[in-house]
């Protein structure tokens, strides 16, 4: 089964690149594995996806030594605590939701202290949801602005988590937001800062992301079935 949801995305992604003027090879795929077992992680690695991206710190800690993510790059999508930064930073390729200055500055001097570079995005609250952190459209670019203080992060670009949409292709307004965003930022030449990557896009409206710029969709119920919560 999670093969096949593999390749029917993979099918849906080349198609929705390919109507919006783009090559399929430009999309990454974000495997969002959050409650699904280290087995469940390795096959939807063989079946292609070209990262993982974990939720949760404590299922991070469990699936690394069991070497769940080997053959594919694992990325930190969940909200992180300040608290538990140091068993995050050096362990992931890639930090995601980064959304606010107080986890940046905890980012830095763990960082610093393992003598590294961690990679991150900033994450943008797009839609200025009260429930929802993340950086305002300017305080990210702001926040831009000011990456020289960091020496040890290297800012790869922006993740965003849009509204819950009631209809189809409502979310569209929000991810091209954020992409005229990324391409402002890309114009410009900071230090420690690459923007490689516009995380944007989930099981139910990737296909709009991707119209609109995306360049990674983060993917877990259309690969791995309903989660299971107890």
């Known amino acids: 089964m999670i093969e096949e949801n593999v390749a029917r995305i993979r099918e849906a992604m080349a198609k929705a690149a390919l109507a919006a003027g783009r090559r399929p090879e430009e999309i990454a795929l974000c495997a969002a594995t ?8 390795r096959r939807a690695i063989a079946a292609g996806v070209d990262c993982c991206g974990e939720n949760r710190v404590q299922e991070l800690l469990l699936k690394l030594p069991l070497h769940a993510y080997e053959g594919a790059p694992v990325h930190f ?12 930073v050096g362990r992931v390729d890639l930090i995601q939701s980064v959304d606010r200055p107080e986890l940046l500055a905890c ?3 763990e960082a610093a202290k393992q003598n590294l570079i961690q990679n ?3 994450e943008v609250n797009v839609g200025g949801e009260a429930s929802k952190s993340g950086f305002t459209t300017e305080s990210a670019r702001r926040m831009t602005d000011e990456f020289g203080k960091y020496p040890h992060i290297y800012l790869r670009g922006f993740m965003t988590i849009p509204p819950i949409s009631l ?9 091209a937001e954020m992409r005229r965003l990324y391409v402002d930022i890309t114009a410009k030449r ?11 896009g989930m099981s139910d409206d990737f296909e709009d992301a991707i119209a609109e710029g995306s360049t990674m969709v983060r993917v877990g119920t259309a690969i791995f079935g309903p989660r299971h919560y107890a």
């Open 107 to 109: 980012i830095e001097k």
């Open 190 to 200: 900071y230090d420690n800062v690459s923007m490689e990557y516009l995380s944007m």
């Open 120 to 122: 991150i995005l900033i």
């Open 34 to 41: 959050k409650m699904n077992d280290a087995e469940a992680v």
């Open 167 to 175: 209809h189809p292709g409502d979310n569209r307004k929000f991810f």
């Open 77 to 88: 999508i969940g909200n992180l605590q300040t608290n538990k930064v140091g068993k995050v």
